[in-house]
């Protein structure tokens, strides 16, 4: 599969999508074919029901240096047209490498895995993404305004959400690199384990995932809490979770899920996510409003 991407190699290991980030040799800095890229990656794990989790990780020491500067000073300067290479076109527009409503809009839970540290739009590339696990010696950083510019990809709304609004200040305002323990304690990744187990651990978590869950709970689960999570009470959640779970109940998901627990033994799921979705109308094609 890998034949077809440039700066991704993309990998299926039998319930899981590996997608590394791939170019080590400039620390896999960020760039718009990469962000194309992922977007389209991330459209073939929804139209595969054998993918059950998407792993995102990186190739060499780092996770993501943050975007491509090798344009020298002109490397952001979307209206001298050097920049494009990095944000898509000269009004800042992604088109086609909208990574952070194909991540949103994803059927499928997405991980992380920083192999390594994380800056710029490295980090925030990973913000709508459901589980984040980091080697030890990773660091991250929101390093936008040290080159003159603020947050992108959503940040200013991921971040807070993810480990407050106070951290999320420090952090932007310094724009300083924060080490791995500090991640883990403002609950931006949910796991730090030694640089050397971070691929494994994320195999681990993601195979759990698989083996116990049914797919197509997942992919309604992710989009809940995305959505109803940012809402000031639960009055929205409440309006549509007692009539998934009438509509699921009824379903042959869960009378496996049921039967699997009383019989201790692993779940075999039969509804997919290409063919067995509810409506969502409670989730706009947008989520993000982002483009």
Partial sequence: MSADFETLLVEKEGPILW??????????????????????????ADA????????????????CAGADVSAGAGAFDTESGEGAKNFG?????????????????????LLVAYNGSAAGVGLTLTLPCDIRIAADNAKFGCVFTRRGLVPEAGSAWFLPR?????TALKWCMTGALVPAQEALAAGLV???VPADQVEARARELALEIAANC???????????LWHFSAQEGPKGALSVDAALNIALGAKGDVHEGVAAFLEKR????????SGDLPDMPWWPDNPTGYR
């Fill in 19 to 44: 997608l590394r980030l791939n170019r080590p040799d400039v620390l896999n800095a960020y760039t718009n074919q990469m962000g194309a890229e992922l977007v389209r990656a991330i459209g073939q």
């Fill in 48 to 63: 595969d029901d054998s993918v059950k989790v998407v792993v995102l990780t990186g190739t060499g020491r780092v996770f």
């Fill in 89 to 109: 076109s000269r009004d800042g527009r992604r088109e086609n490498s909208d990574f952070v409503a194909a991540m949103m809009n994803s059927l499928k839970p």
């Fill in 162 to 166: 993810l480990v407050g609004l106070s």
């Fill in 190 to 192: 949910s796991e730090v």
């Fill in 214 to 224: 049914s797919p197509v709970a997942l992919a309604l689960t992710r989009r809940m």
């Fill in 266 to 273: 692993a779940p075999q799921f039969p509804l997919t996510v």
